[in-house]
């Protein structure tokens, strides 16, 4: 019936859409004048002053201040209150639980890290999501009532078939079929499960070097190697969620492995991922390898390979690059991507150097020839993108003026 309370249209979606453009031009220029907020969104000075008098009156905006320095009267000044909700991410691996809050804005406001180490995990895991989810909403100044919506990065994916973690066998503690019950009969919040790399193109695509791309690869080497793939803006999960677990592709230069998921490992694994830099790099004749997990001892001889302009620690880039490659350009043969991101310790500490070298040899190796560029979000990227996550769906819900 034409009138009716949110038909397309009407004054009161009119509104809520205006509310929602004025929003987010504040999370993307910060503090804002009436005047500004009326030109980038095209609205009049009344317009727009209505619609900071009811985002403000809705607890949405804060008037924060005035403009100084410019010729004429000062200006007031608005910005997104920060204290409008707050989301959560925890990034899991077998070694510990990282978890942070961030309030509407995007800031992190608290954050705390929960060793677990060991084969078996030290308490049961509903126990060790909640521990770190407390350390880190105390941090805050804030309590798990707070926090609107939570969403968690694993190895490997939750099967949305069964609800079982699959392609994480290493990760203690996680595959009891009853595990999202459990946590959603005890979490008072919205919970979304992803996987981590899957987050890692989720922080890269809002905040960093994959700005802008609606399609892209992106390569992860760290304590594993793997993938994660946007199509159309989207990211593409694969039926099972296994979609971008290229640790598995059988490549040249490895023994073919069979029952991958037993063995846990596959030929770009064994090929080109971490634990295979200090293997490559005795058989190259690099003397002064360090000792420690492999994914530091790999990120720390790639970094002084990319320093190296000879000799064997060269000789180790070059042939890292080129098994790099041979994974990628089975990659981008079947996907065509515009753009490939290389992120993880054990890429993004080659640096340029890596990257030109990649490309390069991905140019002779596939038919299409996307750009290759290194991360930009370096510091903690799973749990960043499990924040960027939360924060968009959250952003959904409380700027949503309409209801």
Not at 276 to 286: D, F, K, S
């Amino acid at each position: 019936m034409a009138g009716t309370a949110g038909t397309p249209g009407t004054p009161r979606v009119l509104r809520a859409m205006n509310d929602r453009a004025a929003l987010d031009l504040l999370l993307e220029h910060g503090q804002l004048s009436r005047t500004r907020i009326g030109k980038l969104t095209g609205l009049s000075k009344p317009t727009a002053s209505q619609l900071l008098a009811r985002l403000e009156a809705s607890g949405l905006v804060l008037a924060t201040g005035t403009s100084e320095g410019r010729p004429g009267p000062n200006a007031q000044l608005y910005e997104v209150n920060p204290a409008a909700a707050y989301a959560a991410g925890l990034d899991v691996t077998p070694e510990r639980v990282r978890a942070a809050v961030a309030d509407i804005t995007g800031r992190t406001v608290g954050s705390y890290e929960l060793p677990t180490p060991g084969r078996r995990p030290a308490q049961p895991v509903v126990r060790q999501v909640t521990d770190a989810l407390d350390g880190a909403v105390k941090a805050a100044g804030l309590t798990r009532d707070d926090v609107h919506r939570l969403v968690i990065a694993t190895p490997g994916a939750f099967d949305p078939n069964t609800g079982r973690l699959r392609y994480a066998s290493h990760l203690p503690g996680w595959h009891a079929p009853t595990l999202l019950d459990e946590l959603a009969a005890i979490l008072p919040m919205p919970v979304e499960y992803e996987n981590d790399v899957n987050l890692v193109a989720v922080a890269e695509q809002r905040l960093g070097a994959a700005r802008g791309h609606g399609d892209f690869v992106l390569l992860w080497n760290e304590g594993g190697l793997g993938a994660a793939l946007v199509l159309g803006g989207r990211l593409h999960r694969g039926w099972t969620g296994g979609a971008g677990e290229v640790g598995f592709l059988p490549v040249p230069g490895t023994p073919l492995v069979r029952q991958v998921s037993k063995a846990g490992s596959g030929g770009y694994q064994e090929l080109a991922g971490s634990q295979a830099l200090p293997r490559l790099a005795r058989e190259l004749g690099v003397q002064d390898i360090p000792s420690g997990p492999y994914a530091e001892v790999a990120a720390t001889l790639v970094e002084r390979a990319a320093e190296a302009e000879d000799g064997p620690h060269r000789r180790l880039l070059e042939a890292y690059a080129t098994h790099l490659a041979t994974g990628l350009a089975s990659l981008v043969s079947v996907l065509d991507p515009e753009l490939v991101v290389l992120s993880g310790a054990s890429l993004t500490s080659g640096g340029e150097p890596l990257r030109a070298l990649v490309q390069a040899e991905l140019e002779e190796l596939a038919a299409s020839r996307p750009r290759l560029v290194v991360g930009d979000v370096r510091e903690h990227p799973v749990l960043r993108g499990a924040l960027e996550s939360a924060l968009a769906a959250t952003r959904d819900e409380v700027f949503d003026t309409s209801r």
